[in-house]
């Protein structure tokens, strides 16, 4: 009796030893959502003139309350500015700056620009290792006076090269948001 005891917990222990094998594979990483309540957009026009700086703040997240945007001035007809973009995330003391961690990790983000009406073109000014477009630097110029849109998409693991769409690049949107723009 004492036999197929001690026999029983062997097979027992055995077992259990073989499960926790060193060969079984480490658990895949989990990279997070960064949380983004804050993005600022600075456009600076070549040449001099007045800084003009788009921002949506959503510091409740994804709580009841609307993103506060907000467009500073209206853009100059027939200019080009520089554009850079600050994303934040306002929930930590000190804020976390977010754009820090797109830049490091070029290749798995880029940001979209969808216009219309006066603005003219958007052009990217920086990108990743292999030569792909990022947006965190950017050239905008707009057209002649009149109305204008905006949308600025942060997207997450999109295909890269894509066409330069959204419909094209996949990937998750990390934030969004369009600016109601007027050009003088």
């Known amino acids: 009796m004492k036999t197929i005891k ?3 917990m062997a097979v027992l222990a055995g077992s259990i030893l073989a499960s926790c ?4 594979e480490a658990p895949e990483e989990i ?3 960064e949380t983004i309540t804050t993005m600022t957009v600075t456009l600076i026009p070549d040449g001099g003139g007045t800084t003009i700086t788009l921002q949506s703040q959503d510091l409740d997240g994804d709580g ?14 027939s200019t080009t500015y520089n554009g850079s973009i600050v994303l934040l995330n306002e929930t930590e003391t000190p804020a976390e700056d977010i754009t820090e961690e797109v830049a490091e990790e070029d290749d ?7 216009t219309t009406g006066n603005i003219a073109s958007v052009t990217y000014s920086d990108e990743d290792g ?24 942060l997207r997450h693991e999109p295909k890269k090269p894509n066409d330069g769409t959204l419909g094209d690049a996949g990937g998750e949107t990390d934030i969004t948001q369009t600016f109601n723009l007027t050009v003088n």
Do not use: K, R, Y
């Open 6 to 8: 001690f026999l029983s």
């Open 64 to 77: 009841p309350n609307a993103p506060e945007v907000t467009v500073s001035g209206d853009l100059a007809a």
């Open 130 to 153: 292999d030569g792909n477009p990022v947006g965190i630097t950017f050239a905008l110029t707009t057209g002649d006076a009149g109305n204008a849109t905006i949308a600025v998409t």
């Open 108 to 114: 798995e983000h880029q940001f979209f620009f969808v």
């Open 31 to 33: 990279n997070e959502e």
């Open 21 to 24: 094998s060193s060969d079984d």
